[in-house]
C-alpha cells in the first residue's frame, strides 16, 4: 500500500524557536494533505489542509501565522511551527490523499514535538 | 468532512480474548482504515478495507464492512498484552480531498 512518512519522527527544541517537520508520499502523487494535532490522552484535531500550489486552509482556532504550511510538490508539504512555545508540544500527524483512481488517503507516523 | 466514530471508548479484557470495536461514520466511503496507536507512539496502519469489500482478514485481525448501516468492525482474536493500544478508525471518502475528523477512538487494555 501507499506510504507517507514524517521527519523527524521526534524533535526537543528550545522555547522561541522554529522547527520544521516534512511530510512526504512515497510513491504516489498527492494533490492533497492534511495536517493534524494530538495532545496528550486526546484524539487527533485536524489543524489545515494543504492543497499543492495554493495557499492552506486552516481549522477555526488555528493560528496559520504560527503554523506555516507549504505544499510546495506532489509528494511533499512541510509545517513550520514558529516560535515554538512548551503548549506547543505535541504529535503533529499529516496524511496524503492521491489525486489518481481510485482515490486513496494515508496517515504518516507522525512527529513528537517537545518543547522545552 | 468524513468522520469516524469509535465504540465502545474503552475495553478492558483478559489476555486471550477476542477484543471488537466498532466505527460508525457519515457519507459514503471509498475504503475505511483502522489504525493502532501505542501510548506516546505514533499511528500504525492496520488494515483497509474497501467499500466493494464486506470482510477483510490480516493475521489476528478481522474487519468487516456494512455500507448500508455505515459501521465497521474490528475483531481481534487470542488478545495479547501488546495489543493494548487506542484504535481509530479512519473513513475515508470518494474524493481525496474530503477531510477525516477523528473519534475519541477506542482504549484496549489486555490484562495478562
Known amino acids: 500500500g501507499a506510504v507517507v512518512s514524517q521527519h523527524p519522527s521526534r524533535v526537543i527544541c528550545k522555547s522561541g524557536t522554529s522547527v520544521k517537520i516534512e511530510c512526504r508520499s512515497l510513491?504516489?502523487?498527492?494533490?492533497?494533505m492534511f495536517w493534524y494535532r494530538q495532545f496528550p490522552k486526546q484524539s487527533l484535531m485536524l489543524m489545515a489542509t494543504?492543497?499543492?500550489?495554493?495557499?492552506?486552509?486552516?481549522e477555526q482556532g488555528v493560528e496559520k501565522d504560527k503554523f506555516l504550511i507549504n505544499h510546495a510538490s506532489l509528494t511533499l508539504s512541510t509545517l513550520t511551527v514558529t516560535s515554538a512555545h512548551p503548549e506547543d508540544s505535541s504529535f503533529y500527524i499529516c496524511?496524503?490523499?492521491?489525486?489518481?483512481?481510485?482515490?486513496?488517503?494515508?496517515f504518516g507516523p507522525g512527529t513528537r514535538l517537545t518543547v522545552l | 468532512s468524513q468522520q469516524g466514530e469509535e465504540d465502545p471508548q474503552a475495553l478492558s479484557i483478559q489476555e486471550g480474548e477476542n477484543a471488537t470495536m466498532n466505527c460508525s461514520y457519515k457519507?459514503?466511503?471509498?475504503?475505511l482504515q483502522w489504525y493502532r496507536q501505542n501510548s506516546g507512539r505514533g499511528l500504525v496502519h492496520l488494515i483497509l478495507?474497501?467499500?466493494?469489500?464486506r470482510e477483510k482478514h490480516s493475521g489476528r485481525l478481522r474487519v468487516t464492512l456494512d455500507t448500508s448501516k455505515k459501521s465497521s468492525s474490528l475483531l481481534i482474536t487470542a488478545s495479547r498484552a501488546a495489543d493494548t493500544a487506542s484504535y481509530f478508525c479512519?473513513?475515508?471518502?470518494?474524493?481525496?480531498?474530503?477531510?477525516?475528523?477523528f473519534g475519541p477512538g477506542t482504549s484496549l487494555s489486555v490484562i495478562p
Open positions: 496524511s496524503a490523499g492521491t489525486s489518481g483512481v481510485p482515490n486513496e488517503q494515508f
Open positions: 510513491d504516489f502523487q498527492a494533490t492533497t
Open positions: 494543504s492543497n499543492e500550489g495554493s495557499k492552506a486552509t486552516y
Open positions: 457519507t459514503s466511503i471509498n475504503n
Open positions: 478495507i474497501r467499500s466493494n469489500e
Open positions: 479512519a473513513p475515508i471518502s470518494e474524493t481525496s480531498y474530503d477531510k477525516v475528523i
